[in-house]
């Protein structure tokens, strides 16, 4: 079955199975290969992606439901809060095994879109469901902060 | 950040050897006998400068050849800080690329001084690369030198290296290392180098280096094994037994091969592994597979049965001595106040976030491998094994992993000979990608030990501790390859790290009896200190309550003879304001605890608040001492990463077993730490040190538990013996 969407800006055209869950489109028939297979059933955010900019499971999100809409990964993440959020991530060395940090960052700056000055409650509630084995949260809370006040401080 | 291609491998044209013995002029590389000449032509400046762990090229860049696995513990940066050190480099300029599979020359010398094993392990990274990268580093800087030296016709003497720029201050004559890089390849290696003063390090343990990795990490550029694509590459998952030590009997395909998508369906020495175009058609496919089991020698056991048989052999007589001092039977007939405590732990499964995943592509005389590989040498016989070729014809590129936390480096490689037997299976006709599903992870297997812990301890009149202590719990090593390491009939790796260990007592024992289980168990994150810290840690805890002395102040008067264990406890006392009256309150409480391990000391404390049966760590205060801090940033993200996953076992960690299957199967009922339950504050505190470094991946891990189930004593009243905690069924106790 054919199927379009647009991905990071691009008009594409699959012919799959439309249950095929739109990780699993992304990585092996589009070469995205930034967003992450964790659980594969929406229990640890790796496979976080934007879908009319809302952070979306990919994992359990069968490609055809995202016919017809924005899907933005972290290939083509270019928002201010995506560039922000990447920014603070690198400058407080955030990642250890990495692989996680996609999911993380796609959550993130889903966010900081919505809610640009968040608590640490915010942060808890809008992250609680990537999960990071190498337990880089501290890192995460303080980054999300400071993509936050660097954000705050950007000209409109 | 990418694995050292084959095409620079045959470019090497000489070999120093910097380990341990010193240089070793005029060796060629295997199969780089034709290049041999290449080194003897005319310097061109725009030739690099390729040495075993070190390349400059006529861009500037230093590339570390880092023979370490890069899993998340900051190697790619500990490492490349080392070379640049000794290099006098500037940070901007040094990239890093993973070795080849080739021992001697990246062997771990800390798991073989003969470097006969290349691996990542045991929180030796740092620790055994650290003489040889500064020989490295130094060769190299030398080498430059005396290129520049010759080049402006001036005594090497004359002439100073800083951040990456070579100069002669009398002439005012410059070069940077990559214009220097194809003369410096043509000067001899000299045979020996002055290594710098620790007092002149300008980069380790100065301040923040970025991480190497950071910028692709952030970004999802970086590769792992289960990123890799290749032209014509097959995707397959495999269906194993249901229960350990199950086989296939028979399988029928039909159903499967039915599935769009699916290419092949072969029986494996572990199980039938459906392979399709890709790995949603492979999934599919193996959902319809039918495979009729053959359990005969399957363990059927579940966690209760194995509990009940694990007190059995505690009570009985059959064990082997770990340690000993004095006579711990006489003295707690002595004893005026016993304890007796039974601790119990949990099987833990690793759940490193990529599933472990390998690619293999095979041909009639070679075996290429891409995976996040932990054990190459290991790997490459299993792998050989499996396809029916020689070690030395598999070659693994090793990518960044996705965690590990140990899962990867096993005995018998069972990911990576997995995939090989697909490839070999499939007959080589496509390179194929293995993925385990997190299911499969879950249930699959390589769990850190059940365990159940009796101690007897006490205070005699003269306040002397006598500690005796069994342990009940499968040895790891036993049976495979590495069973070479047991000393004594003891698995130091399933038990060690205990009291008579770490303090001064004078009357102390502990036992192991290892029972028959065929449930298969690994090294995990910090390994044997996972649950000996903790019986220790507690029971001390226990000891200092009936001495009715302060928990720190008791454990300091138990190690004198140990300065390093009592600085790190004094450092930490002190940052987390120990001293002073806690600012406690209704439920909340804090606690200590210290280990050793890996060489290195770590000491924290936890202050908890307890609502109700629920435990939320709000601070931990964490001391270190691993010799020489390298990468500081790095150390202190390991300590926080550490306490992060050990207190993910403390809360939440159990694999169990109902009649021989595994109960959990994702991240539901095999619970983890999520970032609302991370402690807000985490302090990391490096004690200072002249002594040569130690590791850190995996030391932050053992002390978070007792620290923990310590502060939920003073907290509740309540002491939590068993992992991971319930408090609720502690009360009822």
Redo the contacts between chains.
Sequence with gaps: MSIRLTVNGQARELDLDPQMPLLWALRDHLALTGTKFGCGMALCGACTVHIDGQPTRSCVTPVAAAAGRQVTTIEGLSTPAGRAVEAAWVALDVPQCGYCQSGQIMSAAGLLASNPRPTDADIDGAMAGNICRCATYVRIRRAIHQAAATLAAAPE | MDFLPQMTRRQFVRLTTLAGSGLTLGLVLPGCGSRQGASVGAPSAAEPLVMPFVRIAPDDTVTVICKHLE????VWTGLPAIVAEELDAAWAQMRVASAPAEVPMYGNLALDPKGRIQGTGGSTAVANSWMQLRRAGATARAMLVQAAAQRWSVPTGEITVSAGIVTHTASGRKASFGELAGGAANVPVPEEVTLKDPSQFTLIGRG?L??L????????????A??V?LPGMM?AVVLRPPRFGGKAASFDAAKAKAV?GVVDVVAIPRGVAVVG?????AKKGRDLLEVRWDESAAEKRGTGQLLAEYRRLAAGEKAVTVSSRGDADAALRHAHKVIEAEFEFPYLAH?????LTAVCRLSADHCEIWAGDQFQTVDQMNAAREVGLQPHQVAINTL??????GRRATPDSDYISEVASIAKATGGRYPVRL?W???DDITGGRYRPLNLHRISAGLTSNGKVAFRQRVVGQSIVAGTPFATMMKNGVDPTAVGGSAPEQYDLDDASVSWTPPQVGIPVLWWRSVENTHMAFSKEVMMDELAEAAKEDPIAFRLARLGSRPRHAAVLKLVADKAGWDQPFAGGKGRGRGVAIQESFGTVVAQIAEVTVTGNDIKVDRVVCAVDCGIAVTP?VIE?QM??G???G??AALYGAITLTDGRVDQS???GYR?????E???V?EVYIAPSTQPPSGVGEPGTPPIAPAVANAVRMATGIRLRRLPFDLAAARKA
């Design positions: 899993a998340g513990q900051g923040h970025p991480r990795d950071s910028r692709a990490k952030s970004s999802g550029r970086q590769t792992y289960i990123d694509e995707t769009p175009r890709d790995l949603w058609s759940a490193p976030m990529e599933p960044a992993a996705g965690g590990t936390f993925i599903t997190r299911e940033d993200a926080q990463s306490i992060g996953f207190l993910s994702n991240f539901d983890v730490l999520r970032i609302n991370m402690p807000k985490i």
